[in-house]
């Protein structure tokens, strides 16, 4: 038997986060907690694999009156299963002091009945969900964050750390397969879910986004409204052979972040959502606590990088709980080229 995982001797993800622990990565009760918020996944794996069979799919609230969150979005009936579904699992653990959602106005300290933990969840509990009833793949994201107060409930501000404090960051792709990617400073890593066994087995150690790239993400219906860098960017990027990049690129856009991340960290490319006329006033569309900052720790971990087109998204300081930023991420030479337009137009403007 071998002492530790490896590709001839695939482990499960228990057995990676024991590991994990053993090497001195992570505290048994963040371990802990990564598996509350794996086994939360499975769980809601699950319910959007039910479809329509469920009675899952289509808008929360009452037929006509959609229940609208705090980013002013319809929530689906499964945005709110599986906010339910992570507060649930989180709430008894002990290893939290308190959790924030995408889908909730404020963050919530943990109910006084529990012990508390010494760390802060952040999730986006169903992302790309106006995805879920064309059947196409949507994800949950993650990020855990330390809390030191001693006796006191958590409240906003405490959340209110850069992204380079993130102790785990991950995602759970729910696709034709089930894929929990993870990080927890060490590399970051995908374990696939055997639904058969019901656990989440470790499939790529290590993963590695290739450097360079030839195919970009972005929704092109926006054109209009990029600032001149994006526009100029974007613009080279078609041009192809015909222009100063001297190569052509494919685009891809699936409008869930989950499907178009775990799509760069399998085979490279760079994904953007950058500032336009339309979210200009509210600082782009995606957001920096729930999406972006998850999103730049894996990213990074796995040999890739991150930024706003001006800036490390990880150094960004958060100003408030659902603050919205543009996003760069992927390919590392290929972020860099992007936000080289960026400073090159920020010189002469
Ligand atoms: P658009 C989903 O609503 C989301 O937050 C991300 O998952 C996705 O990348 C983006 O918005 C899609 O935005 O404007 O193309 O619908």
């Known amino acids: 038997m071998s002492l530790s995982c490896n590709d001839a001797q ?18 048994p009760d963040l371990r802990l907690l990564i598996e509350v918020v794996a086994r939360a996944c499975k769980r809601i794996s699950i319910a959007v694999g039910k479809g329509a069979l469920g009675g899952v799919l289509g808008e929360a609230g009452l037929p006509g009156a959609a229940s609208m969150n705090v980013q002013g979005e319809a929530q689906k009936k499964l945005d709110v299963i599986a906010n339910d579904v992570l507060m649930e699992a989180n709430a008894w653990g002990g290893h939290l002091a308190g959790l924030a959602s995408e889908e909730m106005d404020h963050s919530q300290p943990i109910p006084d009945e529990f012990p508390r933990g010494r760390y802060l969840l ?90 360079q790239t030839a195919e970009f993400a972005v929704n092109m219906s926006n054109q209009r409204h990029w600032q001149p860098p994006m526009q100029a960017y974007v613009g080279d990027l078609l041009a192809g052979k015909t222009g100063p990049r001297g190569k052509d690129f494919n685009m891809r856009w699936v409008a869930s972040m989950v499907a178009d991340v775990h799509r760069i960290m399998t085979r490279g490319g760079i994904f953007s959502y950058p500032l336009d006329a339309k979210n200009e006033a509210k600082g782009g569309k995606l957001r920096l606590m729930y999406e972006a900052n998850p999103m730049a720790f894996l990213v990074e971990q796995a040999g890739g990088a991150a930024t706003t087109g001006r800036q490390r998204m990880l150094e960004v300081r958060p100003a408030d709980l659902h603050q919205r930023v543009p996003v760069f991420l992927g390919s590392k030479g290929e972020v860099e080229e992007a936000g080289r337009y960026h400073r090159e137009h920020d010189a002469t403007a």
Do not use: M, W
Request: charge should be negative; charged fraction near 15%.
């Open 10 to 27: 695939p482990c499960s993800l228990t057995r990676f986060l024991i590991e994990e622990q053993r090497a001195g990565h992570i505290e």
């Open 122 to 211: 952040l999730f986006d509990p169903l992302d790309g969900s106006s995805n879920i009833d064309v059947n196409v793949s949507v994800g949950t994201i993650f990020s855990v964050l330390p809390y030191a107060k001693q006796g006191q409930d958590p409240v906003d501000a405490d959340y209110l750390q850069p992204g380079t404090a993130q102790l785990a960051a991950g995602y759970c792709v729910y696709g034709p397969q089930t894929t929990l990617v993870l990080t927890v400073g060490h590399g970051t890593h995908a374990f696939t879910l055997d639904r058969e066994v019901g656990s989440f087995v470790l499939t790529t150690r290590n993963i590695r986004i290739p450097e």
